[in-house]
């Protein structure tokens, strides 16, 4: 019933921590009693080496139900002395909780211990894991004390040696802009390698709801929705306070269909028609049939795994620029072991590792020179993943890179109360919600521009409000979100509310009800068939219908309710680029060889960027640095 747990090439493997400095011993006399009893013993002693290390399980099959972004139940089986199995029944979003499971499970066994890194972009999954099986070993025996030793008992990997790589093209960062930019590389007869930071592609951009911003001029849909290239242009331009760069605005949405065909011709599905996305200001948001932003990746996964000649190194963290001759040839970079690994490119190098909303002395420092927000201290969640730190902007700027706009900084209403993630929010399209303060008021137009409705939002009782909807949008009660989550489960797990009435949902909501049904009916006599339908509201809302125009109000039961609050989403200031993808630098000039796309870019969406719109920036200047990169030689 003993068991060395760290032996032979796995115990090489392994960081011993505190373990040297304790035995763990399930005491020969007593250790059948203590496996019966599943009450095992620890004694400290001073002199034993992690070799005396010893466990023992109740060997079988646990099982303990713990929530991730959903609920989920681990199931764990173990010898007298291994965990040999770890199974878990979850509901997590495929491409993003998913990995995670995957290599934590795998983890855990294979270090026979607890102490296993959160995946990045995965926190809330990764930890409910180790808290499921941590209950589950509690269930097989171990005490306390043994678990405390377990949560030590972590992976290291033997530093690496020091690596070079060259390939054609380079790309520093595997989100959306990065991928759409290596893919367009080795279409243009490149190699390419991307090196990214966290254990696999997807940044930010896969977190994000999927909306993609783009008009098919001309077609049925675009004119049935009287929009345009030039409304969108317009739209973006204005609704950034015409403070983004007109120039590289006309290429975003001159550009933006084709990279619709372009996602296509890769095999990207979308749903037919358009929606509007909250701050999108008009219904030309295209949806992915993937869940959050994951047909992107899985696009870009399979033109690789069905190509050759693009290299993913993952774990691997961008720190400084190579130049040669005033030229950026490379990448100096620390690899997953802290080896230091030298990428270079014989033609282009793209930068594309986003923005800065995880950073948070950056954003208080741009902050004080806008003075928007009220505090973007780390009191203020961010749906950004934790390795989005403009790691990018800091090492252009290092090389002479104009930043510009850093104090343009978006944060969304829209925020999970306890991770800040976009993930929980209920609403599928503008026109059939509404915003409820804790007061049970309407407060600001919820069709508006996103920085007028966090700016409402912070006004409002505790910051925190509720987006109200019928059962329109949800009318079997099982159907998912925009985030790949079924409106079932987010109501069992109480992160959204259901009730049959407006009265029984404020009671629920903790809001008044007379508040509450006054809300909804005077909102409803704007909607289809209301007496003021096509009249623009007090709070200047006139996104009432939407593209089917069934929406005829909130007046069918069952009606639910998720509580939001505001949250950092995107930092639209970085480094300044031309219509060519070009970094300039401080005195105006190009920095030659190396380009720039997505989020790590300033001044094309001005102070305020359109829902919708950042996803449309990845694919049409990740492509356009991929080309250009692709093209350049010394
Ligand atoms: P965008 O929308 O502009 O593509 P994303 O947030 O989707 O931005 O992706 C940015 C990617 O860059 C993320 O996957 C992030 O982990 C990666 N990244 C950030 N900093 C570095 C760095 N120093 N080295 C390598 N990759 C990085």
Known sequence: MKHNFY???????????????????????????????????IAPTQSASSEDAEIAYSAGTYSATVTGMHEMTVTVTVSDTAITDIQIDHKETPGVGEPAIKSISAEIIEIQGLAVDAVSGATLTSNAIIEGVTECLKQAGLSESEINLLLTVKKITEQAEDQELTADVLVIGAGGAGMAAAVTANQAGKTVIVIEKASKMGGNTILSGGALNAVDEGSETAIANKDSVENHYNQTFEGGDKKGD???????????????????????????????????????????????????????????????????????????????????????????????????????IILATGGFGRNVEMRMKYNEISKKWPTLDETIPSTNTSGITGDGIIMAEAIGANLVQMENIQLLPLGDPETGSLSGNIEHAVESRIFINLEGNRFVNEGGRRD???????????????????????????????????IADLVSAGRALKAETLEELAGLMNVPADNLIASVEEYNRYCKGGDLEGQTDKFGRTLFTDTDGVNNGINNGPYYAAIRVPTVHHTMGGVQINEQAQIIDTNGNVITGLFAAGEVTGGIHGTNRLGGNALTDTVVFGRIAGTNAAAFER
Not at 468 to 480: A, F, H, L, R, W
Request: charged share 20%; proline share 3%; aromatic share 10%.
């Open 452 to 486: 007028d409705m966090t700016l409402a939002l912070f006004e409002q009782p505790e910051t925190k409000m509720y987006i109200v909807m019928d059962s329109d949008t949800y009318q079997k009660g099982n159907e998912i979100n925009n985030f790949g989550e079924s």
């Open 7 to 41: 032996k032979g090439t796995v115990k090489k493997m392994l960081s011993i921590g505190l373990v040297a400095m304790f035995t763990v011993t399930a005491f020969a006399g007593c250790a059948k009693s203590n496996a019966d009893t599943k009450n095992p013993t």
């Open 246 to 348: 007109s120039v590289l605005v006309h290429t975003l949405v001159d550009n933006a269909w084709p990279g619709v065909e372009w996602l296509k011709s890769l095999g990207m599905e979308f749903f037919d028609g358009v929606f509007t996305v909250t701050g999108g200001m008009w219904p030309r948001a295209h949806k992915p049939v993937e869940p959050e932003g994951t047909g992107f990746f899985k696009t870009y996964q399979n033109y690789i795994d069905n190509h050759t000649g693009i290299t993913m190194v993952y774990n691997t963290t961008a720190k400084e620029f190579i130049m040669e001759d005033g030229v950026v040839t490379g990448v100096v970079c620390t690899g997953e072991t802290g080896n230091t690994v030298t990428a270079k490119a014989t033609n282009g």
